[in-house]
């Protein structure tokens, strides 16, 4: 019913910058929270940032003051932009959505499908 596209994603020099963007679609009453998560091979799921419909935000200790999260509520989408990567940054980054679903009236845990980032050195 509500579907999580990635986008943004791709291969950078350490030092530089990605915007990756969130869009949300299909029945969603209110989406409560945006977060990015992201998954290197061999290493669990981490979150990097997430952020409220009221724009409060949290972001992990590596990430903090390079990457920066925000969102458009009346658009459903977010973007993270990561500024001065590092190419322990490189993982596959995926976008949950925290959303009420106008349907079933109900609050979904949604997931995009990811964007792969590299960073090289």
């Known amino acids: 019913q509500v579907q999580v596209v990635e986008s943004g994603g791709g291969l950078v020099q350490a030092g530089g910058s990605l915007r990756l963007s969130c869009a949300a679609s299909?029945?969603?009453?209110?989406?409560?929270?945006m977060t990015w998560y992201r998954q290197a091979p061999g290493k669990q799921r981490e979150m990097v940032a997430s952020?409220?419909?009221?724009?409060?935000?949290n972001y992990a200790d590596s990430v903090k003051g390079r990457f920066t999260i925000s969102r458009d509520n009346a658009k459903n989408t977010g973007v993270l932009q990561m500024n001065s990567l590092k190419p322990e940054d490189t993982a596959v980054y995926y976008c949950?959505?925290?959303?009420?679903?106008?349907?079933?009236?109900?609050?979904?845990?949604?997931w995009g499908r990811g964007t792969q980032v590299t960073v090289s050195s």
């Open positions: 299909g029945s969603i009453f209110m989406i409560n929270a």
């Open positions: 949950n959505v925290l959303a009420i679903i106008g349907a079933t009236w109900r609050r979904d845990d949604c």
């Open positions: 952020i409220t419909s009221g724009g409060s935000t």
